[in-house]
């Protein structure tokens, strides 16, 4: 069965034709990056204009690459939610219009579900019970799977999540946008012990707390450059030398992955899942991954970094599961939810 996944719900249009939920036949991502890189992070308005200059080029490059016409598509999977308002309603538009043009099956896929299923198209088939570390620009949680659409939520962020807080202290550090591969790179030539950062207390023991940590650090470089706690955060990163920056990349990274990690390995002692899988932007991140396979009796597979970050494959991916279990939805009537819940 060959489904045709479209992802537009944040900065990258994408399109992509996976085989039985597995086989990437394509996968086209047009990422919008430079376009808002000037603008220190994604503006909503740009995105959405761009993603309906870009839609149907890249379906059809998707199409052209997997070298299938319409009669070979079975179904269409778009994300609906969670994302940027615009940018969903471009995605879904074009995916219900072409549903309903084509006569085809249509399923609105769940965008950080969708992340989780990066890890179907691995050689390794995943395994239930399946523990997710999920680690976006827009989420942190931990879910545990019984089966396919069979999950509980074991825990979240209260406040920032995980790649919402490398991209915060990467524009302190003067490191641009996107922050995390930015925080990456400045930490390989810095100390991860040059100072430390207090631990977050979150009363779940699966909860997760970010922005404390952001203010941490800002209040270290703050204290470091004798400057009072009002001190204008846009003003520091002109201030520090070169390895203040490695340095509070470095620390702050291993702080941050060490938190996930901790977090991540408690709920595999309690729930021994048969797989682990990570997902998300920052899960690409190799600290993270070097880390949670030292602290883990298990081996984890990880996906290369472009079905880490947003794609449509992911998305062509659950939507097969969609496909094979639950009823399609009526094109006329699919409705996009940009704060969408799993
Ligand atoms: O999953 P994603 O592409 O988009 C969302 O659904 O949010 O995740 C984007 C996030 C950004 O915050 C970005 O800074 C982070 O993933 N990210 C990383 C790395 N690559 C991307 N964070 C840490 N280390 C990386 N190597
Ligand atoms: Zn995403």
Redesign the pocket.
């Known amino acids: 069965m060959n489904i045709l996944g479209i992802e537009a719900?944040?900065?990258?249009t994408a399109a992509s034709v996976v085989k039985d939920g597995r086989k990437i036949l394509s996968n086209v991502v047009l990422s919008q990056i430079d376009l808002h890189r000037e603008f220190g992070g994604v503006v909503p308005e740009v995105a959405a204009r761009s993603h309906i200059e870009a839609i149907l080029p890249v379906v059809e490059k998707a199409l052209l690459g997997a070298r299938t016409d319409w009669k070979q598509v079975d179904a269409i999977a778009v994300t609906h939610g969670p994302?940027l308002p615009g940018a969903l309603l471009v995605g879904a538009t074009t995916a219900r219009t072409l549903a309903v043009i084509k006569n085809k099956p249509l399923h609105g896929v769940n965008?950080?579900l969708a992340?989780v299923y990066a890890n179907w198209l691995l050689p390794k088939l995943p395994k239930f019970p399946l523990l997710a570390l999920i680690?976006?620009?827009?989420?942190t949680q931990l879910v545990l799977f019984e089966d396919h659409f069979d999950y509980r939520l074991l825990g979240q962020t209260q406040d920032d999540?995980?790649?919402?807080a490398?991209?915060k202290v990467?524009k302190i550090l003067g490191l641009g946008?996107?922050?995390?591969?930015?925080?990456?790179k400045a930490a390989a030539s810095g100390n991860p012990e040059a100072f430390g950062l207090p631990n977050v207390y979150t009363e779940g023991i699966y909860d997760f707390s970010f922005s404390g940590l952001k203010t941490a650090v800002l209040r270290h470089l703050q204290r470091q450059l004798s400057k009072d706690f009002d001190f204008p955060s846009f003003k520091i990163a002109n201030l520090l030398s070169k390895s203040q920056v490695n340095d509070t990349a470095a620390v702050f990274?291993s702080s941050a992955v060490d938190y996930l990690v901790t977090k991540a390995v408690g709920a595999y002692q309690e729930f021994r899942p048969k797989s682990v899988v990570i997902?998300?932007?920052?899960?690409?991140?190799?600290?993270?991954r070097q880390k949670l396979s030292q602290s883990l009796e298990k081996d984890i597979d990880y996906a290369p970094?472009n079905l880490?970050?947003?794609n449509a494959a992911m998305v062509a991916a659950l939507g097969f599961y969609q496909a094979k279990y639950q009823k399609a939805v009526d094109p006329l009537t699919l409705e996009t939810v940009p704060s969408l819940g799993i």
Request: charged share 10%.
């Open positions: 719900s944040c900065d990258e994302g965008h950080v992340h680690v976006s620009g827009g989420h999540a995980v790649g919402e490398f991209d990467a946008y996107p922050g995390g591969p930015a925080i990456a990274q997902a998300g932007g920052v899960a690409s991140n190799q600290l993270l970094p880490c970050t947003d």
